[in-house]
């Protein structure tokens, strides 16, 4: 049986909750303590293989850092951005990639989207992840 959307979107708040110091929450709150990263759902494309089986999830991993200077709030993205290390997204993503046993494979695809946002007149800086999973 495939893993709903809320079992994957748990899974993998489960695996970015072992980032140090990096906050996971469900939904973006009115006022935000960075680092924070939500995940949300983008696409669900059915059909992948015979019988409808491999259900196809592709989620967004946001990760907003705070802006007190361009060149701390880069710094803190790039250890998010990294292929590996403790503060890598791709790395605890991808260190179970079944995500606990919720899903068959999860797999960042990319990081993208690098912008400037303004959450309640306070400014972050902002990367999005793009994860595929098959459920």
Request: hydrophobic content about 45%; proline content about 12%.
């Given at each position: 049986m495939a893993?709903?959307?809320s079992e994957a979107l748990a899974g993998l708040r489960n695996?970015?909750?072992q980032i140090p110091g990096l906050r996971v929450v469900?939904?973006?709150p009115d006022q935000i303590n960075?680092?924070?990263a939500v995940c949300a759902i983008d696409e669900v494309t059915y059909h992948e293989a015979f019988a409808g089986g491999?259900?196809?999830y592709q989620m967004t991993i946001s990760v907003i850092v705070d802006r007190a200077s361009e060149r701390i709030a880069q710094k803190?993205?790039?250890a998010f951005l990294s292929y590996g290390g403790n503060q890598s997204i791709r790395a605890a993503v991808e260190s179970d990639m079944t995500l606990g046993g919720?899903?068959?494979q999860a797999v960042v695809q990319r990081a993208s989207n690098?912008?400037?946002v303004n959450v309640n007149e306070v400014i972050y800086l902002a990367v999005d992840f793009t994860v595929m999973v098959h459920a």
């Open positions: 893993a709903t959307v695996a970015l909750a469900e939904y973006l960075p680092p924070v491999d259900p196809r803190k993205l790039d919720s899903v068959q690098i912008q400037i």
